[in-house]
């Protein structure tokens, strides 16, 4: 999967944050990090994140055509400072950055640096 910018609309997805949450928690115990990427996927009406071995799911909503990839590091850093937010957090990708907000209406949150590959 070649690594570039998705074209058209922009992937984007409302995610259950308490699921995702749950998910982050179970990283902190994983012991080695190595230098495997995450990846973020839609399947199926959940995101999906791979993590080498370990796969955690999010109920979820939008249009994802493709997966974002981060460092392990970045995820780790994710799960000890998740994002804020209630009931749901909108996540999108767009220029190089995979970006947490509380809402499709705010202006800032957490932002990673990260790739995107189509499928």
Do not use: C
């Not at 767009?94 to 790739?115: I, K, N, Q, V």
């Amino acid at each position: 999967m070649p690594a570039h910018e998705p074209s058209g609309v922009r992937p984007a997805l409302l995610v259950n944050r308490p699921h995702l949450l749950e998910g982050l928690q179970r990283v902190l115990k994983i012991k080695a990090l190595g230098n495997r990427p995450a990846l973020f996927r839609f399947v199926d009406g959940q995101l999906v994140v791979v993590f080498g071995d370990y796969t955690f799911r999010a109920d979820a909503e939008g249009n994802w055509q493709g997966q974002a990839k981060l460092k392990g590091t970045l995820l780790r850093g994710l799960a000890k400072s998740p994002p804020p937010g209630g009931a749901t957090l909108y996540v999108f990708f767009e220029d190089d950055t995979l970006h947490f907000y509380r809402s499709p209406d705010e202006t800032s949150g957490r932002s990673l640096e990260a790739t995107w590959e189509t499928e």
